[in-house]
């Protein structure tokens, strides 16, 4: 019975060069969204730079004048962060070849940074209705809750023009100021909602939310 | 009849230990590695297989011998247990092959409780063999082939229908070489338009029986006799005993067996039979754990050919190849089960939050499992499989285009969903040695 050892041979190379380039397929399609989810950061990163002036310029110069424009930087910043929140979050696990650890560290630092900024925003421009809520939700840890959510805050920042949300992960230890942000908003599990101060842990519907920041409705 | 498969008193406590540990370093693999690379191992086991496969098919076929001037006397014997629906069809078949010599026709009646007998009785030219008491298939045959007069002997069962040639080309076949015990034939659905579940099973019969089978051929390693058709050397036959009274899958069990007597076997393309298949999931599911768990079972009952160089390519890549799709099917089947439980557990908690909070969005993308490099890297993976779908199109003189796309997503996903369960049902039960009875 003949062995057909140069056939074993020929299927052996065909599968491991078949491995290597879908490997590589999936590689580039990978490395195709993270560098747009990197320029869309830099961009981000570029507003929040601009932000962060306009804000230091009106409280050196006391002065309110800007404040219209700064809500609108700000508002616009808001929806381009909140959009690679969702991108970067719901494709956390399904990126197979490319670590978005860096990526995701570097989103939640300007993010903070962002958060600042409109709390800063806020003390300067007293009649501003804006209304920050910190979101944590489970990034490690398979949480449906987290999702659902998401999903209401989702339909807030649709419903109350006000709304901004900023959502950082209650189970990411690496990143030394989520913890510090945790520690001081009495953050233990997700999910939890800091509004106006006040922290709310478990999952909540958009009234209850409503009913702890006023709501301007969207036209 | 009762066909005990597996010795021994049922273990319940060793299969939850057993299925625990599975699950333990599934939920272990998946929540270290990730989903993806304990699925794709597997996968690429079987790629490895299928590239095997490809590239035997590609080699230079053997010139087929000019046909015999003189065809031996054949006999052919059909096992009938309840078949009243089918089996004067399936004789009619017989009947109707343009085979060169004559016919010899038994009809073994293993204790029928329908109006076969009676519909046997009336068949002119068909020996009837009533057994007093219902036997199981191995041993019906077994009792048929004693009165065999024929040097050919096909087994033919009461739901397949032999066309006009098969025969002839089968015993071509077999007397190409004297080595030769057997000759397979290309199985395929009967009526595949008749329902879903049809349309589905006719991929896998076209794969199975058709490409798959021509390249075991072509590696002289075909792995199975099958049921519904098989043409035999009556030599052979009767040197290594007949079939395996006591084996759940014994045209596996015999294939195996040729092979350790150094028969080898041979597969007629142009030999086609069509035979029902399942049409409930009920009886697909009774269907498939006969056969994997048949399989399971012989693959320990001869495992010492495997990678024995003496059984040539059939010891040395199919039945580890063989071993190894067990192996990858039961780490897949399982990895996928626990992925479909897992993400129906998060489901359920999600739509209950939602709904707890008045909520409900239906953008499910949290609960997705694949991203576009998953998908783009399994679809390169899945290219020689596809391949292997249209060579085996071809060889049944079909078209594999657009029209085929809905049949062969169902086949991936819902028949491929289903068989994983019915594999680990069958693993489970193959551990626990749950008695198993053949009706």
């Known amino acids: 019975m003949e062995v057909k050892k140069g056939l074993y041979l020929k299927a052996a190379l065909a599968a491991l060069a078949l491995f290597i380039i879908s490997v590589s397929v999936g590689y580039y399609v990978e490395a195709q969204n993270y560098s ?9 990163e570029d507003s929040t730079q601009t932000a962060l002036l306009v804000n230091l310029f009106m409280q050196t110069h006391n002065s309110s004048s800007m404040c219209g424009a700064l809500e609108t930087e700000l508002s616009d910043v808001e929806r381009e962060t909140y959009a690679v929140y969702t991108q970067l979050e719901q494709n956390k696990g399904m990126n197979i070849l490319t670590n978005y650890d860096s990526l995701r560290k570097k989103y939640f630092l300007m993010n903070m940074r962002f958060y600042l900024t409109l709390r800063a925003y806020k003390q300067s421009c007293a009649d501003s209705n804006l209304q920050p809520i910190l979101f944590f939700y489970n990034a490690q840890n398979d949480c449906p809750e987290c999702v659902a959510q998401g999903k209401v805050l989702d339909s807030l920042r649709q419903r109350c023009s006000n709304y901004r949300v ?26 939890s909602l800091v509004v106006n101060d006040q922290t709310i842990t478990g999952i909540q519907s958009e009234q209850q939310v409503m009913a702890r920041a006023t709501c301007v409705q969207t036209a | 009849m009762s066909l005990e498969i597996s010795a021994g008193k049922p273990r319940p406590i060793v299969t939850a230990l057993v299925v625990l540990a599975i699950a333990a370093i599934i939920f272990f693999s998946i929540s270290r590695i990730g989903y993806f690379w304990v699925m794709l191992a597997p996968n690429l086991v079987l790629l490895l297989v299928t590239l095997v496969m490809l590239f035997a098919f590609f080699e230079k076929k053997p010139e087929k011998k000019m046909a015999p001037k003189d065809y031996p006397r054949l006999t052919v014997i059909l096992p009938v247990h309840n078949a009243q629906e089918t089996i004067e069809k399936a004789i009619e078949h017989v009947r109707n092959s343009d085979y060169p010599n004559k016919i010899e026709v ?37 009792a048929g082939a004693k009165l065999a007069k024929g040097e050919i002997i096909a087994f033919v069962d009461a739901d397949s229908y032999v066309e006009n040639a098969a025969f002839k080309h089968a015993v071509e076949a077999i007397l190409e070489d004297d080595e030769v015990g057997a000759a397979t034939c290309f199985i395929r659905v009967v009526d595949a338009n008749k329902s879903i579940l049809r349309k589905v099973q006719e991929i896998e019969y076209y794969t199975g029986f058709g490409f798959a089978a021509l390249a075991s051929h072509l590696l002289d390693a075909i792995f199975v006799t099958p049921g519904p058709t098989t043409v035999f050397r009556k030599t052979a036959f009767e040197k290594i005993k007949g079939f395996d009274e006591h084996n759940i899958t014994e045209d596996l069990e015999m294939a195996w067996r040729l092979r350790r007597h150094g028969f080898r076997i041979a597969y007629s393309p142009e030999s086609i039979v069509y035979t029902e298949v399942p049409d409930t999931i009920k009886a697909l599911y009774r269907q498939r754990l006969r056969w994997y768990r048949g399989k399971l079972f012989n693959v320990r009952k001869y495992s010492d050919m495997l990678f024995n160089k003496k059984y040539g390519n059939f010891g040395l890549f199919m039945l580890p190849g063989s071993f190894s ?19 129906a557990a998060w489901l359920a908690s999600y739509l209950a939050s939602s709904l707890a909070v008045g909520t409900l969005s239906l953008d499910l993308s949290g ?30 003189g079909r078209k594999f285009g657009l029209r085929q796309v809905p049949q062969l997503l169902l086949f991936l996903f819902f028949y491929g969903t289903v068989v994983s369960f019915f594999y680990c049902a069958s693993f489970i039960k193959e551990v626990n040695r749950s008695d198993y009875k053949w009706k």
Request: net charge positive.
């Open chain 1, 36 to 44: 747009a989810l990197e320029t869309k950061l830099a961009d981000i």
């Open chain 1, 166 to 191: 900023y959502a950082f992960p209650n189970d990411v230890e690496q990143i030394s100021m989520i913890k510090t942000f945790k520690a001081y908003y009495h953050v233990s599990s997700a999910p």
């Open chain 2, 106 to 142: 038994i009809a073994v009646d293993d204790a029928s409780t329908d109006s076969s007998p009676q519909i046997l009785a009336k068949l002119k030219a068909v020996k009837v063999l009533t057994m007093k008491k219902n036997v199981g298939k191995a041993a019906a045959l077994n």
């Open chain 2, 325 to 343: 799709a067990e192996f990858a099917g039961i780490v897949l089947s399982f990895s996928f089960v626990y992925l479909l439980f897992r993400q």
């Open chain 2, 367 to 396: 609960f997705a499992l694949v991203g576009t490099s998953a998908i783009a890297m399994g679809a390169v993976i899945v290219i020689p499989w596809i391949f292997a779908l249209y060579l085996s199109y071809g060889m049944a």
